[in-house]
């Protein structure tokens, strides 16, 4: 059974920093796709930054790019998102979710569609005041 859960969330000022982590257990293939999506109430669902577990691509939304960072720990089955320079709009429940294995340089290339993610975990609330 796949199970994700998520940890780090929390309040801070903007400007300061979190790092988030979601822990997989449940799989061993080797070649998927994880992604942190946020959802904040009244909108839709946004996908964050995603990593592509085959070659280690990376991939985020403009909103975040130069201010957060996707990276995996394999000896821990964990995928960290390391944000920095929050801002209020970054607020949200933040969620990590995880395909099924996918191969092949299409992946290395586009990452994952959000449709893909079919395992997802139960979240973490990330609060960023001004």
């Known amino acids: 059974q796949v199970q994700l859960m998520e940890s780090g969330g929390g309040s801070v000022q903007a400007g300061g920093s979190l790092r988030l982590s979601c822990e997989g257990s449940?799989?061993?293939?080797?070649?998927?796709?994880i992604g942190w999506f946020r959802q904040v109430p009244g909108k839709e669902r946004e996908g964050v930054a995603s990593?592509?577990?085959?070659?280690?691509?990376?991939f985020y939304a403009d909103s975040v790019k130069g201010r957060f960072t996707i990276s995996q720990d394999n000896a821990v089955n964990t995928v960290y998102l390391e944000m920095d320079s929050l801002k209020p709009e970054d607020t949200g429940m933040y969620y990590c979710?995880?395909?099924?294995?996918?191969?092949?340089?299409?992946?290395?290339?586009?990452?994952?569609?959000?449709?893909?993610?079919?395992?997802w975990g139960q979240g973490t609330q990330v609060t960023v005041s001004s």
């Open positions: 449940g799989y061993t293939d080797r070649s998927y796709c």
């Open positions: 979710a995880k395909s099924s294995a996918r191969g092949g340089s299409y992946y290395l290339e586009r990452g994952c569609a959000e449709h893909e993610y079919i395992y």
């Open positions: 990593i592509y577990t085959g070659g280690g691509s990376t």
